[in-house]
């Protein structure tokens, strides 16, 4: 009979997930957060550590308390920021990061946005600035710097309260600490005012890594191996495949090549059993057999 239990156990199929290892270095990215329940206009400092780098009014908005402002689902979640944007009034959104970034290393950014106005919106000028001081004003006039990351959406793709992405890649020079997001380069024109919504705000350091070498316990045992890399283009297994996940059902050495726009990443997995052979179905006859 214990030959039976053992058939018993080694016919269970376990499959393994792979390892994520990339984090969010911006706090409360999707403003789910809040020391207060948001209840009027201008209260982004409820979304803390979130505040305001000028002398402006940026918005935060949560279904926590819906006054008819929230006039899009927002991307994730139950909260999103609000910008508004005209001659001489420009509002941003400042965080501090987790922890300062490293010189060298590539990051990755995402954000969404969305407008109910989007004949007024101007591209390529909203995007994100990363300091090492924060970025401030005395006035509500444009920060006057040129952020690293920025929007260049074709302006015909922009489409009415439609979240759209933007991203893009973050050579640290070392030691940046704070995020700044708004518009930079261009005022709307005369009556071309427009607001802005954001949602789930991004940055991760771009690495790889499939986990230590392991052993499974049998054949029938599988393991799922996941190279999924934020912003990455292509996908190379040393099989020929090409996704960013790779299932494993027979021993051996794997390895991925990833590329992004910023640097090429490799690793590699070995992948053993500890039992080597496959003991086949339990017999009909054995399913309801008891243990003694």
């Not at 004003?137 to 690293?148: A, E, F, I, R, Y």
Request: negative net charge; contains cysteine; hydrophobic residues 35%.
């Amino acid at each position: 009979m214990q030959s039976g239990f053992i058939r018993n156990v080694f016919w269970l199929v376990l499959i393994l997930p792979g390892i994520a290892m990339s984090q969010n270095l911006v706090p409360n990215g999707s403003f789910e957060q809040y020391r207060n329940c948001p209840h009027q206009d201008n209260l982004l400092i409820e979304a803390t550590p979130w505040y305001n780098p000028n002398r402006a009014t940026p918005d935060f908005y949560n279904h926590c308390f819906d006054f008819g402002q929230l006039i899009l689902t927002p991307h994730s979640g139950q909260g999103v920021a609000r910008l508004y944007f005209d001659q001489g009034w420009e509002e941003y959104l400042g965080v501090r990061l987790k922890k300062p970034l490293n010189a060298g290393e590539c990051y990755y950014f995402e954000m969404y946005i969305a407008t109910d106005t989007p004949a007024k919106y101007i591209t390529e000028t909203v995007g994100a600035y990363f300091s090492k001081q924060p970025l401030t004003g005395t006035t509500t006039d444009m920060l006057n710097v040129s952020p690293q990351i920025l929007d260049r959406t074709p302006k015909a793709s922009v489409s009415n309260l439609k979240w759209q992405q933007v991203s893009g890649f973050l050579d640290a020079k070392g030691g940046e600490e704070y995020l700044t997001i708004g518009s930079f380069y261009k005022t709307p024109p005369f009556l071309g005012y427009y607001y802005l919504f954001v949602d789930d705000v991004l940055l991760t350091p771009i690495n790889l890594e499939l986990g230590k070498d392991t052993t499974l316990c049998s054949r029938r045992n599988t393991l799922l191996l996941d190279a999924t890399t934020p912003g990455a283009s292509d996908y190379k297994w040393n099989d020929g495949s090409i996704k960013p996940t790779l299932q494993v059902t027979k021993p051996g050495k794997y390895s991925v090549t990833v590329i992004t726009s910023c640097k090429t990443l490799q690793d590699s997995i070995k992948v053993d059993y500890a039992l080597d052979f496959d003991l086949g179905p339990i017999p009909h006859s054995a399913m309801g057999r008891k243990l003694s």
